[in-house]
């Protein structure tokens, strides 16, 4: 499988929680094992008591991307570190599915599922798919989406490490919120410029009006 695939686990984990808007949808042994997508196998081992063991490797995760957004690198790899050591992967070379056109298998490294629990195994496989993508591409590639208040964690991949938003629909959505604001303020600019010169055309005229004709 590739790296990608892995970093993605802690990204879903994360957006499972909405913290500004007060959203959470892994309420549920059925929540949990959407999160494993295609990873039946593994999904099936999920029980109840998963639901509060994966909102805390969760709130952990999000703490790293959380770091990471704040320019703090040292602590976002300290985090993923504790993750790395208590959740240990067990790498194994596969081929299974994966065939040249000669119907030799293309040997890959693929990480096991965990034999104790749901929480371990996706815990586990998450954190090592966030340290391959840290150290491939470097901390400043983990974010949260700036599109208040959305907050959704994402991985910059692009070439220009210039993503800010989880999607395209929050990118337009802070893009049409920055014009109108921009459209504000410019129409609050020319309305204090109206106004200042209607003040001084005013004051222009009184004192005309005091003084009285010229020469008298």
């Not at 949808?25 to 997508?37: M, P, Q, W």
């Not at 039946?40 to 790293?64: G, I, N, P, Y």
Request: proline share 3%.
């Amino acid at each position: 499988m590739e790296l990608a695939y892995y970093s993605d686990y802690a990204v879903r984990l994360v957006n499972s929680e909405e913290p500004v808007r007060g959203k959470d949808s892994l309420t549920s042994v059925e929540a949990v094992r959407d999160l494993f997508g295609v990873n039946q196998s593994a999904a099936r081992r999920a029980t109840d008591a998963d639901v509060t063991r994966f909102r805390s490797v969760r709130a952990r995760l999000r703490a790293v991307f959380q770091s990471a957004d704040e320019g703090d690198e040292t602590r976002a790899v300290d985090l993923l570190n504790a993750l790395l050591l208590e959740f240990p992967v067990s790498p194994q070379i596969s081929g299974h599915d994966h065939r040249d056109d000669d119907g030799r298998p293309l040997w890959h490294m693929h990480l096991a599922d965990h034999p104790s629990n749901a929480t371990a195994g996706y815990a586990a496989i998450a954190a090592m798919g966030l340290a391959f993508h840290l150290t491939e591409y470097g901390v400043d590639r983990l974010g949260l989406c700036e599109a208040a208040p959305c907050r959704n964690a994402y991985l910059d991949t692009s070439t220009n490490r210039s993503r800010r938003y989880c999607s395209d629909r929050c990118a337009t959505r802070a893009n049409v919120a920055a014009y109108r604001a921009r459209k504000r303020l410019e129409a609050d600019r020319s309305g204090k410029t109206s106004l200042a010169a209607d003040s001084a055309q005013r004051s222009t005229a009184s004192g005309e009006r005091r003084s009285g004709p010229s020469g008298r």
